[in-house]
């Protein structure tokens, strides 16, 4: 019995890494599999480190050990220890061969790591989760992932009960055994850490194509799902084909197994894995049909399919030294993700859709307690650093770096990274030490981002001087104090920027001499810069960091007027929409004052000038009209009001609405409307989205008309995206007919859990005070249930970490559903608890009232004597 308050043992720490001791050349791994008990006998061939000479200790938790036989002797309990989650063995040497046999049940198993069953018991199927240390559920291993070995992998089942067996490798061999039994044995060719092991067993469905790779591998590429489903698996196949497409011609990397397979599950901590040869994905990542799949779905099919398949060389054939380098493989792997979307797609809508994203979700992280550099220095619980730190902020300092390589220089230094690292575990020091070598240029200065946490601020200004036609910009930069970090160091900032003229054309840019070009990146590297431009003929307006060159929050004194000029004239795409984005919060902070301001006049007449404006895509419409969010606003706020801000929001939208004016909005959303196929083309979905915002809009002028709109264009809908947004304008609207929708939509879809799980959400996004009573309302579905991780975040997630004004209620309430909630889900699923409870980040800024019934809440589940080492860590910390 743990006691309270107890600390969850020690850190782990960086600066204390050792190499293994012991490391294993091969594994043999034989798996009796059943759903209560699955007997495990593993055979490692040992090497032991001559340096050392430390006893041979192995990883193993909630292992039943049934024989331990070393050199081919059984041993008996004097020559063990089993203590402590790590069995101890005596008199192992170099080349010894260790044989453990342990029993596990998958059936029991609710926290969805090591070995488990997806979905029932009668019709489930058995799969391995073992990201980041799950194989130490499975069998005893030196669980870490500088330990690459061979794996033979046999499975043994019931015919009838799992008639399909998998695991990672080449398929070696398949037959019948007595009893109705049979077995499959798998070889991986690759060595590789634990990690990426995995098995599935069960009756699977599949759909198959054939591959050849650039260098003339011929590949079967397999999807499994249950059989209902199969027939939604299409999309993601091409998907994974345009993906190895991609990465053998932009990075030159082939795929390197004879199959690969990748198994969809509704029972998934993650959205997907990248298990070497056999990836698992969550289904919400992988299935996707227009009737219950909305176009953003679509796009995150498109991209976890390509983040998990670049997994292969950018994770797989080299790998992280320790979890400390997580980033080495999750931030670069997003960034190969983000270009290959970009190219999918359009690279503007890809850039503001990553950038919302990390400002949304990565910004408040790094300005909170729960703060961490993209490489932590320490550790409890690594499950907790899988979070937008490591691989959103980790992603960005790799565009950041290539960046400054260039597109043919990054390349070079991709290369070599592989060539020298290839089956190999790598650290963050080896990945800059290739890309600067093969370059040869220095990059550790690059270091100082994975060490410092914290979202540098950078401030610019701009000096004109008429006389000598000079534009001096000053740039400076500060990062607050983190957890920790009381003391920051400057770092390499490089910002992309140009000048414009008043009239909103570019400028030449002429600084030390160098050739005239429009557009150009400064490195500020000190705590203040200056940079002179010659040959300025009056004031310019500056556009600064292009393309968002550095996750840094920006502060430029601009004027709406300059804003406006921006927003109409940068042919920059990401930075025309976040021209937008500060002049609407320059719009929302003058919403105090009395009158309409300069700030809001100015966004309002910029944006429906681009409406009226025939040549502008209609996805960058429909996002140019859409203002920061409730969290971002507050991100900026000293003393956070959720309440306050979503209505100050809605005021803001009003207005822009008003100004944009009922017969214009209808009228285009009436033109959109006319359009009614469910074509995927980037046309279509630019369409659709428009229409959404096009209705949003109207429905805050002209409610009764756009709630009669929006009903009937959710009975005429014939896909999902319109379907959803016609819903969410009715739920979030209050409108008389949202019962109606609501209950068609329960029904519609009562056998799809992924369609489902958006009824739940939609519900639970309801702004304000009647969110509280949809969620207790939600719980007592026959449907709701804590023990699967999308229908949780479904409810729950989208009620505490994406509905502020919902949450943040002043009597506490929503505060305490959630602890009392995540006490239970603790006891269930740890890894799922502890991610939903980082919504309580930011409390410390919310006003007194919510502040202090926050505290209460995280308190009195602070003290509860049965949390996991996951929970307490995450709690423990938000408290701090
Ligand atoms: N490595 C997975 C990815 O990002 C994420 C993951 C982590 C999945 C841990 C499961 C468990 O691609
Ligand atoms: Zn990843």
């Not at 043999?28 to 759903?35: C, K, M, S, T, Y």
């Not at 890809?350 to 220095?377: C, M, N, W, Y």
């Not at 500060?478 to 400057?490: C, I, M, Y």
Request: with cysteine.
């Amino acid at each position: 019995m743990t006691l309270v308050n107890e600390p969850a043992a020690t850190p782990i720490r960086l600066r204390e890494y050792r190499r293994p001791a012991w490391t294993v050349d091969t594994v043999e791994l034989d798996v009796d599999l059943g759903i209560d008990t699955t007997d495990v006998t593993s055979r490692l061939v040992l090497r032991r480190d001559p340096a050392q000479m430390l006893p041979l200790r192995l990883d193993g938790e909630g292992l039943e050990l049934l024989a331990v036989v070393l050199d081919g002797r059984a041993l008996d309990a004097k020559s063990y220890r089993h203590e402590n989650n790590v069995l101890e063995v005596d008199g192992a040497h170099d080349g010894s061969v260790l044989e453990t046999r342990v029993r596990i049940r998958p059936a029991a198993n609710t926290a969805l790591e090591g070995l488990y069953l997806s979905g029932s018991r009668e019709t489930g199927f058995l799969l391995t989760q073992c990201e980041a240390e799950g194989f130490r559920h499975i069998t005893f291993f030196p669980d870490r992932p500088d330990v690459l070995a061979r794996y033979t992998v046999t499975l043994r089942a019931d015919r009838a009960r799992f008639p399909v067996l998998l695991a990672g490798g080449n398929p070696d061999g398949a037959g019948e055994l007595v009893d109705g039994r049979h077995w499959a044995r798998f070889v991986d060719p690759h060595p590789k850490p634990c990690y990426l092991f995995a098995l599935v067993a069960g009756r699977l469905e599949s759909i198959r194509r054939d591959y050849v790779t650039a260098d003339g591998r011929a590949v079967e590429l397999v999807m499994w799902s249950e059989a209902h489903v199969i027939d939604r698996c299409h999309y993601a196949l091409d998907a994974l084909e345009r993906s190895m497409r991609w990465d053998e011609r932009t990075y030159g990397r082939n795929y390197d197994l004879d199959v690969f397979h990748v198994v969809a599950t509704h029972d998934f901590n993650m959205g997907a894995m990248e298990n070497k040869g056999l990836n698992i994905f969550n289904a919400k990542y992988l299935l996707a049909d227009p009737d219950s799949s909305t176009d953003e779905e679509y796009r995150a099919v498109e991209a976890v399919v390509a983040h998990e398949y670049f997994h292969n060389w950018s994770g797989n054939r080299v790998t992280c030294r320790d979890w400390f380098q997580l980033s080495l493989k999750e931030g670069l792997t997003v960034f190969r993700e983000q270009q290959f979307s970009a190219e999918m797609n359009s690279l503007s809508l890809k850039r503001i859709e990553d950038v919302s994203l990390l400002r949304r979700t990565q910004f408040p992280e790094d300005a909170g307690p729960l703060a961490h550099p993209v490489r932590p220095a320490e550790y409890r619980e690594i499950n907790n650093f899988y979070t937008a730190t490591v691989y959103e902020k980790g992603s960005e300092l790799v565009r950041m770096i290539a960046g400054h390589l260039g597109e043919d220089g990054f390349r070079r230094g991709m290369d070599l990274y592989f060539e020298r690292h290839d089956g190999r575990a790598a650290t963050i020091e080896d990945f800059l030490a290739a890309l600067g070598e093969a370059n040869a240029i220095d990059l550790k200065s690059y270091l100082a981002w994975y060490a410092q946490s914290g979202t540098p601020r950078l401030h610019a200004k701009g000096e004109y001087d008429a006389a000598q036609r000079e534009y001096t910009l000053t740039l400076s930069q500060q990062t607050r104090a983190t957890p920790g970090q009381p003391e920051k160091v400057p770092l390499p900032i490089p910002v992309k920027l140009s000048l414009f003229d008043r009239g909103g054309k570019v400028l030449p840019l002429h600084v030390d001499g160098e050739a005239a070009e429009t557009e150009k990146v400064l490195v500020l590297d000190k705590t203040s810069q200056r940079f002179v431009f010659r040959e300025v003929d009056a004031p310019p307006v500056p556009s600064l960091l292009r393309g968002f060159s550095a996750p840094v929050v920006l502060e430029y004194d601009y004027t709406p007027e300059e804003l406006a000029l921006l927003l109409t004239h940068d042919a920059d795409g990401f930075n025309r929409w976040e021209a937008g984005q500060q002049l609407a919060i320059l719009a929302f902070d003058a919403l105090q004052g009395t009158g309409e301001s300069a700030a809001c006049k100015a966004w309002c007449n910029a944006l429906t000038a681009l409406f009226e404006n025939d040549a502008i895509d209609d996805a960058l419409l429909a996002d140019l009209l859409t203002p920061p969010g409730e969290i971002e606003f507050a991100d900026r706020q000293g003393e956070v009001d959720p309440v306050k801000i979503h209505a100050q929001r809605q005021e803001l939208q009003r207005r822009l609405a008003g100004r944009l004016g009922a017969p214009l909005l209808l009228d285009r959303y009436r033109a959109l409307a006319a359009d009614t196929d469910q074509k995927l083309d980037a046309a279509s979905q630019a369409k659709r989205r428009l229409k959404r915002r096009v209705l949003e809009l109207l429905a805050l002028l002209e409610a009764d008309q756009a709630h009669a709109l929006a009903a009937r264009q959710y009975g005429a809908a014939s896909g999902m995206t319109d379907r959803l947004a016609a819903l969410g304008v009715l739920v979030r609207g209050r409108a008389s007919q949202a019962a109606a929708a609501l209950a068609d939509f329960r029904q519609r879809y009562a056998d799809n859990p992924l369609a489902l799980d958006k009824w739940f959400s939609v519900q639970a996004q309801v702004p304000g005070e009647p969110a509280l009573a949809a969620v207790m309302a939600l719980e007592s579905d026959p449907a709701f249930t804590l023990k699967n991780p999308n229908r949780t975040r479904a409810l729950f997630g989208a009620f505490a970490s994406t509905n502020p004004s919902g949450f943040h209620r002043t009597d506490g309430a929503g505060y305490r559903l959630l602890a009392e909630r995540l006490g239970q889900l603790d006891a269930l699923n740890p890894q799922i608890a502890a991610r939903l409870a980082t919504a309580f980040n930011g409390w410390q800024r919310l006003e007194p009232v919510r502040r202090e019934a926050a505290r209460l809440a995280l308190n009195g589940l602070s003290q509860r004597e049965d949390l996991s080492a996951n929970l307490s860590e995450i709690i423990g910390n938000v408290l701090q």
